[in-house]
């Protein structure tokens, strides 16, 4: 009796669990929902094929049941869900029929048709290539066509690692053309308005310069790209041959938005100096947001997809609980803020409830699991985001309205401050310019008077040399001429001093006149043996070829020249040789003199020699002069068409050279001969052991005066003398020799002094 019943019982269930068939013709109203009709069969192994689905026994355990609003929710599983229908066209003429399962976020749907006794296959998903797919489309779908009176039986299998809700629904063609139509008017229309926005909010953001509008802009485009994705588009247009990104890429950028929405809420916050309640908090879930977007692209999709509506749910209460703080602190888009934040955690919230199966048949009917079919929400969404902007942009108006007020008062009172500024400073300008050239009248008058005063002891000096010279013996007569010729030239300088100060003339104007070159020579001769005389150099005079007796020249200008290069060489050359070198040659009516002044002194780098011939350079500062000598000989010396050239190296000594063109001052036949070279006696250097008869001061003390007397250095030995001889009283003799040096400027005795020993 028992085993009656239940026989009878699994009779009538298996009775009820057959599909109930669906009659079409000509007048059925399309869309036709399929649900009641439809039976539901999960394969937990999802391994399960055609052949081995058609031959499952007629069992509880393991049949096909009636679809409900629970079974047709997939969940976060791994199973295949199988779907049985059956379709009838009880009409006159064909028809041609779409099949839909309303969600385009399922991995793979594989349908099998059955018409007439034979199976045909159709595979679509969002993770299969448009290649392998019978027909591209948007939303995975399935296209036959019904003959007159024909039966198709239809099995369609889906999986995916998202939980998804199947709603089928059988479309005619026309029917579902219109449909896909009004559905690209819509979603044209909100590209185009997210575009629209997104470029609005990066322009602002470039043209404010905030950090938050850029953001907010970037996020507007992630937006836009994750419903290009939802909407089926990206499949179609971006990545048609992309079947596992295809796939993943709308959770990858739905968590991407997400993470830029939490830092546009964040640097909101900041920009209106709004202390958040946990700044690092907000930071981290838009970390693991980023977190979540990268594992969606990489990670197992089945879990990624369970922890990130986990995740998400957390985002929104989050944003939802800092949005209100920022309303009770009267944040003036702290409104804005709560009606969007209010508006994504509805959002959010009614996604999980969804994907876990929470929402019954009719809250979450159309629209919730396809974004595509729901214009209605997204357009929501558009309009709090457009509203959110208009007021953003409005603030920002308010805020560079009274930034300009500010700046405006500012300018106004930092020109009152620059004029009342610039009026002081004209004023100590004018005073300073005045000052200056009552000091530099002062300087010209005291010039011109030093330079006038000097006059009388040279010329009293000229006066007693020729006096000298009516008693002179035939030794003293050179050293006689010597002093009257130095005395004649320094008053050709004090001369032209006296003119400089009465800008009659510049001061390097060069006047041509005939001369004798054996005068001219004899004088530059005996000047430059005194020069080489003073730190024991030789002098060697060579006159290679025959010069010219008298050339139409400026004496003066050549003698001032010659004698600045050689008392240069006299400076930076100690024990050596000084020479002179003097060459001509004719040229139809003219004579090329060329001189040559070259020393075996310390030499000088290339850098130092292209910089040798600048005004008020000195190459060793430590030496007396301000470095005008060279300057003032290149100068002269382009003055009488010639060019000033230096050679040295470091160690090896200097040579100075130039060539200029002079006219004949008489007979061109009448020359002086050339001379062998002349070459003084090399002089002796003084036995410092001579100046130790008295006491003198250690020797570790006289160290530092021989460096300063061997460099030339006057003040330092000036300064030395002074603490020296406060520190060391019992050696008076040693600093009143010392003391006598120093006024004749005899560096060598100096520095003698300083290298003696006592006896």
């Avoid at 850098?607 to 002069?625: D, H, I, K, W």
């Avoid at 570790?700 to 406060?726: C, F, P, Y």
């Amino acid at each position: 009796m028992r085993g009656g019943l239940l026989g009878i019982f699994v009779f009538i269930w298996a009775l009820s669990a057959n599909a109930s068939t669906v009659h079409l013709d000509q007048k059925t109203n399309w869309p036709l929902k399929l649900g009641s009709h439809a039976l539901v069969f999960e394969d937990p192994s999802g391994e399960l094929d055609l052949k081995q689905i058609l031959a499952l026994p007629a069992s509880v355990s393991r049949s096909f049941v009636s679809a409900t609003q629970h079974n047709l929710q997939s969940g976060y599983s791994r199973s295949a869900w199988w779907l049985e229908f059956k379709i009838r066209n009880d009409g006159a003429v064909p028809l041609s029929q779409r099949l839909v399962l309303g969600s385009n976020k399922i991995r793979r749907i594989d349908f099998y048709l059955e018409q007439n006794g034979i199976w045909t296959h159709s595979l679509v998903g969002d993770g299969i290539p448009l290649d392998a797919q019978a027909r591209a489309s948007r939303l995975p779908s399935l296209a036959f066509t019904l003959q007159a009176g024909e039966q198709v039986r239809i099995l369609a299998r889906s999986q995916s690692n998202k939980s998804f809700r199947l709603h089928p629904e059988l479309y005619s063609a026309s029917s579902y053309i219109e449909a896909t139509q009004r559905n690209v008017l819509w979603d044209h229309l909100y590209f185009g308005a997210m575009i629209a926005l997104s470029w609005c909010i990066l322009a602002i953001a470039l043209f404010a310069r905030k950090l938050s509008l850029a953001i907010m802009g970037l996020l507007c485009a992630n937006m836009l790209m994750y419903e290009f994705i939802n909407r089926g588009y990206a499949k179609l247009y971006l990545w048609p041959e992309a079947g596992e990104w295809a796939y993943r890429s709308a959770n990858v950028f739905g968590h991407a938005g997400i993470a830029l929405y939490i830092l546009t809420f964040y640097f909101l916050s900041r920009q209106e100096k709004i202390i958040l309640p946990a700044p690092r908090y907000l930071l981290g879930i838009a970390a693991l947001q980023g977190a979540t977007a990268l594992a969606s692209a990489v990670g197992d999709h089945y879990i990624v997809n369970q922890a990130g509506v986990c995740i998400n749910l957390l985002s929104g209460i989050s944003l939802l609980a800092l949005s209100i703080v920022m309303k009770k602190r009267a944040v003036p888009t702290g409104g804005l803020m709560l009606l969007t934040n209010t508006f994504v955690m509805i959002r959010l919230g009614m996604l999980a409830a969804d994907r876990f199966g929470w929402l019954t048949h009719d809250a979450s009917g159309p629209g919730i699991d396809d974004m595509a079919r729901s214009p209605a929400m997204t357009l929501v969404g558009l309009t709090i985001n457009l509203t959110l902007i208009a007021a953003w942009i409005s603030h920002v108006g308010k805020q560079r309205q009274t930034a300009r007020k500010a700046l405006t008062s500012w300018q106004e009172q930092e020109q009152h401050r620059l004029e009342t500024e610039v009026g002081r400073q004209t004023h100590a300008l004018n005073q300073a310019l005045q000052y200056a050239n009552e000091n530099n009248r002062k300087k010209t008058e005291t010039l011109g008077y030093v330079s006038h005063d000097l006059r009388a002891p040279l010329v009293t000096i000229i006066g007693y040399a020729q006096l000298l010279s009516n008693t002179q013996t035939s030794a003293q007569k050179p050293h006689i001429q010597a002093i009257e010729r130095s005395a004649n030239y320094q008053l050709t300088l004090i001369d032209d001093l006296l003119e400089y100060t009465k800008q009659e003339l510049q001061p390097l104007k060069v006047s041509p006149e005939p001369i004798a070159m054996a005068d001219l020579m004899e004088d530059i001769t005996q000047f430059a043996l005194a020069l080489s005389a003073q730190q024991d150099n030789r002098f060697q005079y060579d006159v290679r070829t025959p010069l010219p007796a008298m050339v139409v020249l400026d004496g003066r200008r050549l003698r001032q020249v010659l004698l600045n290069l050689l008392a240069n060489a006299a400076k930076f050359t100690r024990h050596g040789t000084i020479s002179l070198v003097v060459e001509a040659a004719p040229q139809a009516d003219r004579w090329s003199l060329r001189f040559t002044v070259s020393d075996t002194g310390i030499g000088m780098h290339a850098e130092a020699q292209s910089r040798v011939f600048n005004a008020f350079t000195q190459l060793q500062p430590q030496q007396a002069g301000v470095g005008l000598g060279l300057f003032i000989a290149q100068q002269i010396v382009d003055a009488m068409g010639g060019k000033l050239l230096v050679e040295s190296s470091p160690g090896m000594g200097s040579q100075f050279s130039f060539e200029i063109s002079v006219a004949c001052g008489d007979n061109m036949q009448r020359r002086l001969p050339a001379k062998s070279p002349i070459i003084t006696p090399e002089q002796p250097l003084a036995n410092p052991a001579q100046f130790a008869t008295y006491p003198i001061p250690p020797a570790h003390i006289r160290v530092e005066l021989a460096i300063h007397a061997r460099d030339g250095q006057l003040t330092d030995i000036e300064n030395w003398l002074h603490r020296m001889s406060k520190a060391y009283p019992a050696y008076p003799i040693f600093f009143s020799e010392l003391q006598a040096a120093l006024h004749t400027l005899d560096f060598e005795y100096i520095e003698a002094l300083a290298l003696s020993t006592e006896t």
